[in-house]
């Protein structure tokens, strides 16, 4: 809302004290003369106001400069009631300064004793309204600049003209009030304790680029002691049950993708549950454990113990698929190649027919054991 300051330069014509037929009665020749002679010298009364204010803005500023559509009523009363007067002008203001003449295009005839003008500027009606008051009517009044008092606009300090907080001078080192209002986001140097204790459930709401309805809110649940937070040194994503579903809760991890880097220790001492998900070529430490004990191991390209100096491939895998203690398959037995002897078997029991090309050499010690043996071999 614009507010007028008026600068107590009204000018009514003192209508009610002039005679309707400007006439005035001489009793003699003499003063006759005197009169005509002054009459002549003078122009007419006119019926106008000359109406000067300042038009200024909520926070003091003047009003800006352009053209106003500005009305102005004469009333009996100070509130409420019907004018017995208007007229409506268009006025460029300039720094503020509002500069009429009143009765231009509507000429002020009659004037009540009681009499009170209102003015309205782009609408918005000025209050109170402004008694008028009988006064000698003025050729030339001063200027507002003059009237009102004050210093020049562009004498004024910068602070005057801008309303910023930085304009102002000798400012104190020290700001002590119950509450501030508006954004702190130029605020810097802030300690963390100097804070103090956030209290509520959501002691801090965030908000992001566009300031909307929006929020983030931090919430905390009641402590029953202290409790510390760590925020490490580093630079990364603050991973919640919301964005991510990887951890739950310590030491557990479900299916989904672990995101950091390799585990650093030497290698897992303890139980490590996987429950779902695979791991690919990501290594676990970086050192062999001396010993592990396995339930259950399945391999896809062979069985390697380095230790033991055991390496056996698929294919020599295979010549075990059939073997059971205790028992032999009717299709394979054992195996072996040409190449390679057998030691510290015990015992062989067969049950049908044993075919060699030549059994010489291949049996060697002790025979007196050996039933159902023809002479001819």
Same mark, same amino acid.
């Given at each position: ?155 004024? +300090? ?13 400012? +104190? ?156 398959? +009717? ?47």
């Amino acid at each position: 809302m614009k507010k007028l300051i008026c600068i107590a330069a009204i000018f009514l014509i003192p209508l009610l004290a002039q005679n309707k037929n400007n006439e005035i009665k001489i009793s003699n020749k003499t003063e006759i003369l005197k009169v005509n002679n002054e009459r002549t010298s003078v122009a007419a009364v006119p019926r106008k106001v000359a109406y000067q204010g300042i038009l200024t803005k909520d926070n003091g500023q003047p009003a800006d400069d352009r053209m106003y559509s500005v009305k102005f009523r004469l009333y009996n009363l100070l509130e409420g009631g019907e004018p017995f007067w208007e007229e409506s002008q268009i006025i460029f203001i300039n720094d503020g300064l509002l500069s009429a003449t009143v009765g231009v295009y509507n000429e002020l005839n009659k004037i009540p004793a009681n009499a009170f003008l209102e003015v309205e500027v782009g609408g918005s009606v000025l209050e109170p309204r402004q008694e008028m008051t009988s006064v000698f009517y003025s050729i030339i009044s001063d200027t507002s600049y003059f009237a009102k008092g004050y210093t020049r606009t562009e004498d004024l +300090p910068p602070v005057s003209l801008s309303g910023e907080y930085s304009d102002l001078k000798n400012i +104190p080192d020290t700001l002590i009030a119950d509450v501030f209002i508006g954004s702190a986001s130029g605020l810097t140097g802030i300690l963390a304790d100097s804070v103090g204790v956030l209290s509520g459930s959501t002691p801090i709401v965030f908000d992001g680029e566009t300031n909307d309805n929006n929020k983030i809110f931090l919430t905390v649940e009641e402590p029953t002691s202290n409790q510390e937070i760590l925020i490490p040194n580093t630079s990364g994503t603050l991973l919640t049950t919301g964005n991510d579903q990887l951890i739950d809760e310590v030491g557990i991890i479900h299916s989904g993708v672990w995101m950091g880097d390799e585990i650093e220790d030497t290698f897992i001492d303890n139980d490590l549950s996987i429950l779902d998900g695979e791991i690919n070529a990501t290594p676990i430490g970086n050192s062999v454990p001396s010993s592990a004990n396995f339930t259950s191991l399945t391999t896809e390209d062979g069985l390697k113990i380095y230790n033991g100096n055991i390496d056996l491939s698929n294919d020599e895998l295979n010549v075990l698929d059939s073997v059971v203690h205790g028992q032999a398959s +009717p299709a394979r037995v054992l195996v072996v190649d040409s190449e390679k002897d057998i030691h510290g078997l015990r015992n062989i029991n067969a049950a049908g027919t044993v075919n060699a090309e030549s059994f010489a050499g291949m049996f060697m010690g002790d025979g007196s054991g050996i039933t159902g043996v023809s002479a001819s071999s």
